[in-house]
């Protein structure tokens, strides 16, 4: 973790049993070694926590594409609906006078009219 050689840790152990004195050395050890873990523990718990944002914001991305993906193609399905719809009605239904059916009959109700004018 800390790239420490054999070396540096000669020097680190003779410099702390001079300091700290060969009586509250194990005691100084046992404290440095529970604030060390405690410190390794919050780095590791926040390394998860942000791991577990960027898969989260990586998701987040992933379901607004596909959904942008989703509305653009209802939108192409709804203008390939209304094109064929348009181009149905204009060779399906030509330009017919009102009253009249595409056989060349004239509708009921013109003919109901036209019993009325002759009574």
Do not use: C, Y
């Amino acid at each position: 973790m800390f790239d420490i050689g054999f070396a540096e840790l000669v020097i680190i152990a003779v410099v702390s049993l001079l300091v700290i004195g060969p009586e509250r050395l194990p005691a100084a050890i046992r404290t440095g070694s529970v604030w060390l873990n405690k410190i390794r523990r919050g780095f590791n718990d926040i390394k998860q926590e942000v791991q577990q944002e960027l898969h989260n914001d990586a998701v987040l991305q992933e379901l607004r594409k596909t959904g942008e993906d989703l509305k653009d193609q209802a939108e192409n399905i709804h203008q390939g609906i209304q094109k064929t719809a348009e181009s149905l009605a204009e060779t399906a239904l030509p330009d017919i006078p009102p009253g009249e059916n595409p056989g060349g009959n004239k509708s009921d109700s013109a003919d109901d009219s036209a019993e009325k004018d002759q009574v």
